[in-house]
């Protein structure tokens, strides 16, 4: 991963239970990884509600990890079809912490994944704060 050297900075000052910032898949299909919730409610400016996070940049409080049962991380299953450690542990989290699993979207333009190539996002637009947030 490449991350710029505000990220922790820019990460504690959201003072959320878990945050961070997605990125591209380093191979393909270059797709972004992580969920985000459908619905934005509340949601701040410049912050996407997600279901599920890479654990590529991301940054969790340590209640929430007091507040799971041991072990965090670990292979779960949907079916046959195996879930990475880090889709898992943000289900099981969720409930826990109110769905307050945030995105950084700015923060998420400046990150790299790096494959055979530096993967980045560089087709955003800068996000437009001017846009009303869905009524809750």
Do not use: K
Not at 3 to 15: G, K, Y
Not at 18 to 42: F, K, M
Not at 94 to 105: G, K, W, Y
């Amino acid at each position: 991963m490449i991350v710029p050297s505000i990220a922790l900075d820019r990460l504690l000052m959201h003072d959320a239970p878990i945050v961070g910032a997605t990125y591209l898949r380093r191979t393909p299909p270059h797709r972004l990884l992580g969920e985000p919730d459908s619905t934005q409610c509340g949601t701040p400016v410049g912050m996407t509600r997600m279901v599920s996070m890479p654990f590529g940049c991301l940054l969790v409080q340590a209640g929430v990890l007091e507040a799971m049962s041991a072990p965090w991380f670990r292979l779960d299953y949907e079916g046959a079809q195996p879930i990475g450690e880090d889709i898992g542990f943000c289900r099981r989290a969720r409930p826990l912490i109110a769905d307050a699993i945030f995105n950084d979207d700015w923060l998420t333009t400046q990150l790299a994944h790096i494959g055979a190539t530096a993967h980045r996002l560089n087709s955003l637009r800068p996000i437009d704060t001017a846009t009303p947030r869905p009524q809750c």
